[in-house]
């Protein structure tokens, strides 16, 4: 087999420029304006509500080394903000937004949706399938979806505990809001503001217990408003699909192209919504092209529902970030996020902004679900969020995961030749698919468990045949556990691929 890793395109040896908060792009800026164009973005996200009151800017420092540009021209634009009095240093507790915004203007109600489309018989793995490979016995772990949970920011939590607990009156440790905290969705309110381009108001957001319930909750909603179908891309995340059909939704498979997923395709389904990932397509890693959104929110526009999973968008390591769906069509798109890969699953916190003809629906079936997550988590979370504490977080967890990815692609270069790795600009994982002889991705995924090694094969994630593949994980693996790890499967995938039996052409 010929070495063949294509990451060419997916990364680059420095990261390109841009950063998450308000996603800031100097490639913008004019010529010579950098200060000016920073402090016009700044002065637009306090008024529209993107940076409300009390929320903090980060450090000049942070700031500079995210854009790429010197530390001298985010303080230029940090004084301008001072002096029109929207902004105020305040020492070691940062520079604080003081001006109040105006309130933001309500999305629309939505149109009509469209006819339910065609049956697919879905026949994937047991619904326990990865509850038996979590259990499952190895030395080292490469299933995907897990960030560090060796770096959890264990003293800030405990002390974010403490002040929640210290300040909690007596009637907060009765029942809850179903929607979730207050504090908690103002907090995810202003964290989607800064980080991911979209502006919702505290009210808009429903609290689950991770992004499955919320997939579950939304299921059950749109089958009682007679929907019958919800696409899914393909390949796609097997986890997902199952929560899917668990409430009755079929699960119409629909290609996943290098522009993300194929909008023809999907009209031909005539399902009447679509469960995607845009920003780092599961498994795959592609980012929905341009022209592929433009035909994607004509379709919304018709009719369609998007269901947007911005499962790990903040991971990225090689390429600007991408503003979500929900930021350019509310009223059309259903968003689900959590801090699964933020912090850990075990969390078990999620948030859904759902548009407004569900919106009560959602509520509704959150309340007689559970009446709500746990408090005291969401406020601890909130404080948390609130604090900056996050943004430091997720910065230390990009260094580690980047040299992580990094460890990955070059075992796999030595030990996997004949490998092809997609998706390393981003993420926490790695999808590679093999080139030569087809062969079942299974026996390699067993053959690996029996030297130690969990990996999970592409073939769970799809619904049509395919090449095969393994969908690794390394956020949560040191470097040297994933070299041994990529060693181990080297071997496994000699002896699966020696047992191949040749066959004519």
């Not at 700031?63 to 240093?89: I, K, M, N, P, W």
């Not at 959104?293 to 529902?305: K, S, Y």
């Amino acid at each position: 087999m010929n070495r063949s890793i294509d990451h060419a395109s997916d990364r680059s040896t420095t990261p390109s420029p841009g950063s998450d908060f308000l996603q800031l792009d100097p490639g913008e800026a004019p010529p010579g304006g950098l200060s000016d164009w920073l402090a016009a973005r700044l002065r637009a996200a306090v008024s529209d509500g993107s940076l409300p009151v009390g929320s903090r800017l980060p450090a000049t420092r942070v700031l500079a080394a995210e854009l790429r540009v010197s530390r001298g021209v985010v303080t230029e634009a940090y004084q301008r903000l001072t002096e029109d009095g929207h902004v105020v240093g305040r020492g070691r507790g940062g520079t604080v937004v003081v001006a109040a915004p105006p309130a933001a203007a309500r999305a629309p109600a939505p149109a009509a949706r469209s006819s339910a489309g065609a049956v697919f018989t879905v026949t994937p793995p047991g619904a326990d399938v990865f509850d038996a490979l979590r259990a499952a016995p190895a030395r080292i772990d490469l299933s995907p979806g897990v960030p560090d949970l060796a770096a959890f920011p264990r003293t800030a939590w405990l002390r974010a505990e403490r002040a929640v607990l210290a300040e909690l009156s007596a009637c907060d440790l009765g029942y809850g809001d179903p929607r979730g905290a207050p504090p908690l969705r103002r907090a995810v309110a202003h964290w989607l503001a800064r980080n991911r381009g979209i502006r919702p108001d505290a009210g808009e957001i429903v609290i689950t217990y991770g992004t499955a319930q919320g997939l579950g909750l939304l299921a059950q909603v749109l089958r009682a408003d007679g929907v019958r179908a919800m696409a899914v891309e393909d390949p796609g995340s097997l986890g997902a699909r199952q929560h899917l059909c668990d409430r009755g939704l079929e699960t119409p498979p629909v290609a996943v192209d290098a522009e993300g997923v194929r909008v023809d395709e999907l009209r031909a389904t005539g399902a009447e919504a679509v469960l995607l990932t845009p920003a780092h397509q599961f498994p795959t890693g592609v980012v929905l092209g341009g022209v592929r959104r433009r035909e994607l929110m004509r379709w919304a526009g018709e009719g369609g529902l998007i269901v947007e999973d911005d499962y790990d968008a903040e991971h990225r390591y090689d390429r600007p970030p991408v503003p979500a769906l929900r930021s350019v069509l509310a009223e059309r798109v259903c968003y689900a996020g959590s801090v699964s890969k933020l912090l850990a699953p075990a969390l078990r916190v999620g948030w859904m902004l759902a548009p407004p003809r569900y919106r009560d629906a959602l509520v509704e079936a959150k309340r007689f679900a559970d009446l709500g997550n746990a408090v005291l988590p969401q406020l601890v979370l909130a404080r948390l969020m609130e604090s900056g504490e996050m943004e430091r977080h997720l910065r230390l967890l990009r260094r580690r995961h980047r040299r992580r990815r990094d460890a990955m692609i070059g075992a796999i270069g030595e030990h996997l030749p004949g490998a092809v790795v997609h998706g390393a600009a981003a993420g926490l994982h790695l999808m590679i698919t093999f080139e030569g002889p087809r062969f079942d991705d299974t026996v390699l995924a067993a053959a690996a468990l029996a030297r130690g090694v969990k990996a999970q094969p592409l073939s769970w994630h799809r619904q049509r045949p395919g090449s095969p593949g393994l969908v690794l994980g390394y956020a949560a693996t040191a470097p040297g556990g994933i070299v041994e790890g990529i060693a181990a499967l080297g071997e496994a995938a000699v002896e699966v691929v020696a047992g191949v039996r040749p066959t004519g052409r």
